[in-house]
């Protein structure tokens, strides 16, 4: 059982930039996939930023911009937002799962509560 705290969600200005963490409690040893997916209304859910099985992930979207991390002696995940747009807007949500390789989408089985981040122009 993996538990998901997310931080440092909030409201910025267009240009601003803000840092996501997320602090991951449990049994963490086996979950070698982390990162950030994304809800905005109406809207799917979007994967944003993600590491693992030596891979990283990043939408389109938001290359150039995010940075995802991780240490993984504190287990946790963050991500550097800069430059953010109002397209940005969405709650995010940290997520954790296990791959033998590649992480694909549905390997993520642990997720937080989310954060709301709402950028405005």
């Known amino acids: 059982q993996v538990q998901l705290v997310e931080s440092g969600g909030g409201s910025v200005q267009a240009g601003g930039s803000l840092r996501l963490s997320c602090a991951a409690s449990?049994?963490?040893?086996?979950?070698?996939?982390m990162g950030w997916f994304r809800k905005a209304p109406g809207k799917e859910r979007e994967r944003v930023a993600t590491t693992g099985g030596g891979w990283t992930y990043y939408a389109d979207s938001v290359k150039g911009r995010f940075t995802v991390s991780r240490d993984n002696a504190k287990n946790t995940v963050n991500l550097q937002m800069n430059s953010l747009k109002p397209e940005d807007t969405a709650i995010y949500y940290c997520?954790?799962?296990?791959?033998?390789?590649?992480?694909?989408?549905?390997?993520?089985?642990?997720w937080g509560q989310g954060t709301q981040v709402t950028v405005s122009s």
């Open positions: 997520a954790a799962g296990r791959s033998g390789g590649y992480c694909y989408e549905d390997d993520y089985k642990y």
């Open positions: 449990g049994d963490t040893y086996s979950n070698n996939c």
